[in-house]
């Protein structure tokens, strides 16, 4: 008895299945790339260094992983952008946000702790513990935190989504992308954004509930106010 051994897909033969074939790859590409074209659009003149971000109230640094409980180099690098924005006086709070889903991991904390060893005051850093990806978080900051306006810190490659996310969750939003070496975490975030695209543009769409909601959180206004 033979077996049966899959063979390789076939080409079409005439040059009209040759023409659709072509047209069908074509249509795919484009519609690939329309997310971030998107994303290009909307954010137009919203990206800023450290030295012309618009001053603002607050900053939202987005979390990026934790090594042995530390920040993560990409991570450090945003918390550094944010403590020279608070020591500049741009930004007056800033809100941490990232992933506490499980006992042993704690993006906020470790955040936290980073930025208060780097000369930021504890009363003014507010800390979001259910930021599990950008969309949640922008939602969270508008909703739960009240933050109306703000500069988003993240790493060049991600800036564009935060940003298109926060103002289509309600947060007139500036971003800072902070520049890393180009290794193969750089290269893999870039080609994850891809991707990332497509789902940001179906988060703008549907406008999904994030994982957590929960109650208001005062602790923006407070530590405005200079109450911690």
């Known amino acids: 008895m033979r077996r049966w051994r899959p063979g390789r897909p076939r080409l079409p033969r005439t040059r009209t299945g040759q023409r659709r074939l072509v047209q069908a790859v074509m249509a795919g590409c484009v519609l690939a790339l329309l997310p971030a074209a998107w994303l290009r659009l909307v954010t137009d003149g919203r990206l800023h260094g450290t030295a012309d971000v618009p001053r603002t109230d607050v900053a939202v640094v987005f ?16 918390l550094d952008a944010a403590a ?9 709070v ?39 990806d950008t969309w949640d978080s ?18 060049d490659f991600h800036i564009r989504r935060a940003v298109a996310l ?33 789902k940001a543009a179906l988060d703008a769409v549907f406008e999904p509930d994030p994982v957590f909601l929960g109650p208001r959180e005062p602790g923006v206004a407070r530590a405005l106010a200079g109450g911690g």
């Open 63 to 78: 979390g990026a992983g934790l090594w042995d409980g530390e920040p993560s180099p990409y991570l450090a690098h945003r």
């Open 84 to 92: 020279e924005l608070y020591r500049a006086g741009r930004v007056r």
């Open 94 to 132: 800033v809100l941490v946000t990232g992933d506490n889903s499980r006992e042993d991991y704690d993006e906020p904390d470790a955040m936290r702790t980073y930025l208060v060893r780097h000369d930021v005051p504890d009363g003014r850093i507010v800390s979001d513990y259910a930021g599990f």
């Open 138 to 155: 922008c939602v969270r900051a508008k909703k739960i935190f009240g933050v109306d306006r703000a500069v988003l810190i993240s790493q």
């Open 166 to 198: 926060c103002e289509e969750a309600g947060v007139l939003s500036y971003g800072v992308g902070v520049s890393a070496v180009h290794d193969a975490t750089w290269y893999y975030g870039g080609a994850r954004e891809v991707l990332a695209a497509g």
